[in-house]
């Protein structure tokens, strides 16, 4: 079975910075494409990230451009969100998913981990 | 950026009901970009339907996506108790991809 594992999550304050991490299993990780998706509490669903399956090619919504970066390292079957310079508006459940392509819905997604920015 | 707009906000619905939740896009986008995902309280999103209408593995048969341009459906024929959840449409093939704000769908 696919399984999708997030960490790395938690408090922190405004400017901040938190490093999470997705661990794949199940899968031949290296060959798909994946992403970060974010939900304020009690709000909708919102893209954050996508990286290529060798990391190539990188896209991010406008709003975390510059203050966080997306990568992966496929010899651990694991994708990172380096996420600098937190903001309040950041605080979310934020839950890593495969793509078969660039060109594909967002197939399966992990359990989500919490970031909280708060003073 | 494609906007796009669900309705109804939320739906009162018994089991054994039919339901039909509407996207509509800003703009026009191919069906094949427009994905349903269902969520259900303190879990994360599956995804239902891809390509505007087809379903995803082990998705039953009662779930059906259509619609073409600027408007999609989503329709579940015959409410299970486990439907009972917030269900989102998606459009992944103009970044930023964006998703609606959801149907919530209550029992009556």
């Known amino acids: 079975d696919v399984q999708l594992a997030e960490s790395g999550g938690g408090s922190v304050q405004p400017g901040g910075s938190l490093r999470l991490s997705c661990v794949a299993s199940g899968l031949p990780y290296s060959s798909y494409w994946m992403a970060w998706v974010r939900q304020a509490p009690g709000k909708g669903l919102e893209w954050v990230a996508n990286i290529k399956h060798d990391g190539g090619e990188r896209y991010y919504v406008d709003s975390v451009k510059g203050r966080f970066t997306v990568s992966r390292d496929n010899a651990k079957n694991s994708l990172y969100l380096q996420m600098n310079s937190l903001r309040a508006e950041d605080t979310a459940m934020y839950y890593c998913?495969?793509?078969?392509?660039?060109?594909?819905?967002?197939?399966?997604w992990g359990q989500g981990i919490l970031v909280t920015v708060s003073s | 950026e494609i906007v796009l707009t669900q309705s109804p906000g939320t739906l009162s619905l018994s089991p054994g009901d039919r339901a039909t939740l509407s996207c509509r896009a800003s703009q026009s986008i191919s069906g094949t970009y427009l994905a349903w995902y269902q969520q259900k309280p303190g879990q994360a999103p599956r995804l239902l339907i891809y390509?505007?209408?087809s379903r995803a593995t082990g998705i039953p048969d009662r779930f059906s996506g259509s619609g073409s341009g600027t408007d999609f459906t989503l329709t579940i024929t015959g409410l299970e108790p486990e439907d009972f959840a917030v269900y989102y449409c998606q459009q992944f093939g103009s970044s930023p991809y964006t998703f609606g704000l959801g149907t919530k769908v209550q029992i009556k």
């Open positions: 390509g505007a209408s």
């Open positions: 998913s495969i793509r078969n392509t660039a060109w594909s819905p967002f197939d399966f």
